[in-house]
């Protein structure tokens, strides 16, 4: 009886949480929000292992798709960590334009709906609306060139909040930032979290430089829009995702021995121990974790 009643409080709650998507914003939680890969397919088993190593959680049945409105095949597997999601995919055709390019997958409620309100936003709808083999999906552009998926199941999808939020990590030009941030917010009725014009340009390599950083939270989670003049030093600007863990280091760790290459970092800066890497198959990501004894935003240090 109790566990009848525990899935049943369940449901109604998971419920609840698409009626109230349903009303405002059309997003679900940042558990459904998955980050975009592509690798060769000779690539991806080792690849999903590496990342289960690293972060831990677990994975769905691997199969191969067409995820595309036009022909193609490819193998596709998701993996659901405790900072994160993420969809892969190993193309065995060539990808068609413009997949490849769209950087996330947003969850929503209802397509059409949020369809039509990223474009009331100031989006623009790179590709139209089509079905794929559970849902259907459509991508996006925000300004400053941010490809985005939208996309919705036809059998609701239930999957265990996440301990650590990731970040969409976006970087765009001071041109454009302002129309960006106005766009996606409009959209997610997000909010701003904080506007550093002078952030540490350690955390986009350039130690010795300041830049501005945007931090936004909404229902789809947490987004940094880095801000930047383009002149960045690899591999800054190819991250697309920063993963929150409690220990930077001992993930480090975990990270090296599944054969992940450390490409700059660990640095210190407004409070986080930070770092860039690259997983096997060439995925480069950002992982942090609070610094024990946060100092000021301006302050760097580098191990």
Request: no cysteine; charged share 15%.
């Amino acid at each position: 009886m109790k566990l009848f009643l525990r899935t049943a409080l369940a449901v109604a709650f998971l419920a609840v949480g698409w009626a109230a998507a349903e009303e405002s914003n059309f997003g679900v939680g940042p558990q459904y929000d998955t980050t975009h890969v592509y690798v060769r397919p000779e690539d991806f088993d080792g690849f999903v292992s590496s990342l289960v190593a690293t972060f831990g959680g677990t994975t769905t049945k691997q199969g191969v798709f067409t995820v595309t409105p036009t022909p193609s095949k490819t193998k596709s597997q998701l993996v659901l960590t405790p900072s994160g999601t993420l969809s892969v995919f190993g193309f065995q055709t060539p990808v068609p334009y413009p997949f490849g390019n769209e950087r996330t997958g947003y969850l929503v409620t209802d397509l059409d709906a949020a369809v039509r309100s990223a474009e009331a936003a100031g989006a623009d709808l790179v590709v139209s609306p089509f079905n794929d083999p559970i849902g259907r999906d459509a991508i996006i552009q925000w300004p400053g060139g941010v490809n985005m998926q939208l996309y919705w199941h036809t059998t609701r999808p239930s999957y265990a909040p996440l301990q650590n939020i990731p970040e969409n990590r976006v970087y765009v030009s001071a041109d454009r930032a302002s129309a960006f941030v106005e766009s996606f917010l409009a959209f997610s009725r997000g909010k701003i979290v904080s506007d550093d014009a002078s952030a540490p340009g350690v955390e986009i390599g350039r130690a010795s430089d300041s830049y501005r950083r945007i931090r936004i939270s909404s229902v789809y989670g947490a987004m940094v829009v880095l801000v930047t003049d383009g002149r960045l030093p690899y591999p800054y600007g190819r991250e697309t995702t920063g993963y929150e863990v409690a220990m930077l280091a001992a993930t480090l760790a975990k990270a090296k021995a599944a054969g992940v290459s450390v490409l700059d970092g660990p640095y210190t800066s407004g409070g986080r121990e930070a770092a860039i890497v690259q997983f096997p198959g060439g995925y480069v990501a950002e992982i942090h974790s609070i610094a024990l004894k946060a100092g000021s935003p301006g302050n760097v240090l580098r191990h």
